[in-house]
């Protein structure tokens, strides 16, 4: 491992080759008990001094190599991760790029943490962190990337089409009986403040937005009614839903800790005060995202990340004596863990004949586990045991909400039926409707991801993915399809909210195309051209990813006419490409017309410049599901503006911007739904 400094290129990276962490040391063989901790301590001091000498020594020929490029001054030993810290990394770099211009090094610490923060998990958790489509290279990388694709062909595309219109259909239907209460607590001469008081006027659409694209996930990629926008239970508040499961969770790491289990972790227990199984999934994602980052996480995430070195050591007192932050991630891990060995056994349980040799090698694993543990029950902290989970889950759920078993049959019966339903109501011109149009030979239909998963194999070995592996997609899949879309979605609000020119336009095509009551189909979606413009715009000026990144191979290169050393990581600022003045006339502004080939605009640049616009990412590794996302997104944002508008509440302008994995709103996005057409009333 070196201490060398980044490259930032202005130009298209064509992968994203994304180094790993250093793995996690061997344990070491038991002490004497003569041996005192004082001692140990002293020894694990000595050692992280002399290793911190050694990067010191080294320091200086690694920026030496470097020395052509310009970039800010960087300090002894943290580099510029303190400027990145305060700043955020999206202002960071592009300072650099308006000071530095298009190719600039920024220094940190080990080039191998520069890409991906110091990861903090250990056993189960990082064996899938490293085994998921995002962070897999070279064979493995295309083999996953291959089982993935069938789900994201057009003919895929247009079977999940019904299921994204019924979840926008709820969610606006939601939020237009808030809007509806609301109109009714004034007709009754109550006031506004009396409405917003019962929770009919001020929502937070970030969170609207969030519950309704897990839903889809759920019900796209595994035929389930994820529950994610069930209201909660009579009686009961959010506020009271989250303190309960807090405790909750306290709970489950102090019985752990008692109890002595492997890394000084808890047995996290699903229990009634968690019950609700869409709050559950949708808090743990949140979490995830939330704490993973050094931005908003652990303390020991921010050491790791100035001194990724220790990260071993850090990592073990982070699971021995951890924070608030890094207790919360390691329960909502647990939890996403165990609904995606849910998912994995319910399809494999319902498909018997497809995958047998992935249900003997299941069957092994679970039987070597049960000997291991001696029968225990319960979820370690580093994702141990899960021999019983669907079973807690199952039981834990009632009577709030189904459990993941139930919601395989009654979800179906629920989201997808309503689903078919909304897909017959709207034909398709010609009589066919949008599920059930022409297909291809590589249509996957609704709910099969994990079939096209387990089905994947090694060509060499012809070996399957092992368990963690098959979860790790399964993980993905909705970490990404659940945050991702959410925020560009929100994102999309905002400015459309603050641009009124833009709500005339967009209500206008959207009027002319569906008019007020009939849901989108497969035949509307290019009939909104402006409506799919508002989306990119909003994802130009926040992408959700704000960078990507290459890592170049055994061989010197060239880039922007700098020669850069064979192994050095390349990180490419998709936010400050898509700020740049020089490539976007009035960059800050919020134009979706940049985006529409028949306005005087477009040439200026989305034909002219290739790849200008690349909130999804270059090449071959560019975010697979990029199709998805915006057929979602289209769909949701038609429907929504069909029915309803949107006023921003007071106080948000500008949106104060939380940087970590995604960008997104730091405190929500606060809006008051208005209904678009009201009932005459009486005189």
């Not at 165990?338 to 992935?358: M, Y």
């Not at 319960?378 to 139930?406: C, I």
């Not at 911007?657 to 809006?671: H, K, Q």
Request: glycine share 8%.
């Amino acid at each position: 491992m070196a201490d060398l400094a980044a490259v930032f290129a202005e130009a298209a990276a064509e992968s994203m080759c994304v180094p790993l962490s250093a793995t996690t040391a061997p344990s070491s063989s038991a002490h004497s008990s003569s041996t005192s901790w004082p001692s140990l301590l002293g020894y694990a001091l000595l050692a992280a001094v002399l290793l911190e000498l050694f990067v010191i020594l080294l320091e200086p020929f690694q920026r030496w190599r470097l020395r052509h490029i310009p970039g800010p001054p960087a300090l002894p030993l943290v580099g510029c991760l303190p400027q990145i810290l305060r700043m955020g990394s999206p202002k960071f770099f592009r300072t650099c790029y308006q000071k530095y211009g298009p190719v600039y090094k920024v220094g940190f610490k080990f080039r191998n943490h520069i890409i991906v923060e110091p990861s903090l998990m250990r056993g189960h958790f990082r064996r899938m962190d490293q085994s998921g489509l995002f962070l897999a290279r070279d064979d493995y990388w295309r083999l996953v990337r291959s089982a993935w694709q069938p789900a994201f062909s057009a003919a895929s595309l247009s079977g999940y089409l019904p299921r994204m219109v019924a979840c926008a259909v709820q969610l606006t239907d939601r939020l237009e009986t808030r809007a509806r209460e609301a109109e009714a607590e004034v007709v009754k001469g109550s006031g506004g403040k009396a409405a917003a008081a019962a929770g009919g006027v001020r929502v937070d659409i970030l969170r609207e937005l969030a519950s309704m694209t897990l839903q889809v996930v759920g019900s796209t990629a595994y035929g389930i009614d994820f529950l994610a926008m069930e209201e909660p239970p009579a009686g009961e508040d959010k506020q009271q839903l989250g303190t309960a499961a807090a405790a909750a969770e306290n709970a489950g790491y102090k019985a752990g800790k008692k109890a002595g289990r492997r890394d000084g972790g808890s047995a996290y227990q699903v229990t009634a005060a968690t019950s609700d199984y869409g709050r559950e999934l949708m808090r743990a994602c949140s979490d995830i995202f939330r704490y993973t980052t050094a931005y908003g996480g652990s303390r020991y995430a921010r050491f790791a990340m100035l001194f990724p070195e220790l990260r071993v050591p850090l990592s073990r007192m982070a699971h021995a004596a951890p924070d608030e932050p890094f207790r919360k991630l390691l329960a909502a891990r647990i939890r996403l863990r165990g609904i995606c060995h849910d998912l994995i056994r319910d399809w494999e349980a319902k498909h018997p004949q497809q995958h047998p040799q992935q249900q003997q090698y299941h069957h092994q694993q679970q039987a070597l586990k049960q000997q291991s543990t001696n029968g225990a029950k319960t979820l370690s902290m580093d994702g141990g045991d899960h021999s019983e989970s669907h079973q807690r889950l199952a039981a834990a759920a009632e009577p709030a909400a189904p459990p993941p078993s139930a919601a395989v049959a009654a979800g179906i019966a629920g989201a997808v039926k309503a689903a078919d339903g909304v897909a017959a109501a709207a034909k398709v011109p010609g009589g066919a409707t949008a599920a059930s149009g022409s297909r291809s030979a590589t249509a996957v239909e609704p709910g099969s991801f994990l079939g096209l998963i387990l089905a994947a194999r090694d060509k060499t070995t012809g070996q399957a993915l092992d368990d963690d592996a098959v979860a790790a997609q399964a993980q993905l899949f909705i970490l990404a399809g659940y945050e991702t879309t959410a925020n560009a979605l929100t994102f999309s609000v905002f400015y459309i909210a603050t641009h009124p020119e833009v709500e005339r336009r967009l209500l206008a095509e959207i009027d002319e195309v569906l008019g007020p009551d009939r849901p989108p189909t497969e035949a509307d979606l290019p009939r909104l051209p402006y409506t799919e413009a508002v989306f990119n715009e909003a994802m130009r000026l926040y992408p959700p990813a704000p960078a990507t990144t290459r890592l170049l191979g055994a061989e010197r290169g060239e880039v922007g006419g700098f020669t850069v050393p064979a192994g050095t990581p390349l990180l490419l600022s998709i936010y400050t490409t898509h700020h740049d003045p020089r490539v976007w006339p009035r960059a800050e502004e919020f134009i979706p017309e940049r985006f529409m080939p028949t306005s005087s605009l477009y040439p200026e640049v989305c034909s002219r410049v290739p790849n200008a616009h690349a909130p999804f990412g270059y090449g071959s590794r560019m975010c697979i599901g990029w199709k998805f996302a915006v057929q979602e997104a289209k769909v949701a944002l038609a429907r929504l503006y069909q029915r309803l508008v949107f006023e921003l509440e007071p106080g948000q302008v500008p949106l104060v911007i939380s940087t970590a994995f995604v960008l997104t709103p730091r405190d929500g996005l606060w809006v008051r739904p208005v209904r678009r057409h009201l009932p005459q009333l009486s005189q």
